[in-house]
């Protein structure tokens, strides 16, 4: 039986990503849904050490524009979808990388919170 990661939107994500058109939404909903079952996503990714250890990025493109879904690796049972966002360069705008650090960052001090809490019991 395959353990379904649950997924945590950050901040807009969710809103964002609900509002790509319906084709890209379904590349990056099926490859986040093949991510929560622990297999490797069906459209391009790659590391982003920039914004942190253990993210990536989900990636496609209509002829418009260039779509991306930011995200940090399963931890235990979640999966963190940090940003997702529209760009029209090759190069990812500071401000997409800065809010996908700050959403990180959130999000593992969530975590520490956690651990040291269950620690403590």
């Known amino acids: ?10 901040g807009d994500a969710k809103e964002v990503l609900s509002a790509f058109p319906q084709e890209i939404k379904s590349v990056l909903g099926y490859s986040l849904r093949r991510l929560q079952k622990g297999l490797l996503p069906d459209c391009d990714a790659r590391r982003m050490e ?7 990025e989900l990636k496609t493109a209509d002829e418009r524009t260039w ?4 995200y940090l690796t399963r931890i235990g049972d979640a999966l963190y979808v940090l940003h997702a ?30 651990k040291e809490e269950g620690d403590g019991q």
């Open 85 to 114: 966002f529209e760009k029209s360069s090759r190069k990812t705008d500071r401000r997409d990388l800065e809010i996908a650090k700050s959403r990180l960052k959130f999000v593992l001090a969530q975590l520490r919170t956690a």
């Open 1 to 10: 039986m395959i353990e379904f990661a649950q997924i945590h939107w950050m």
């Open 50 to 56: 920039t914004v942190g250890r253990g993210v990536w």
């Open 67 to 70: 779509y991306r879904v930011i």
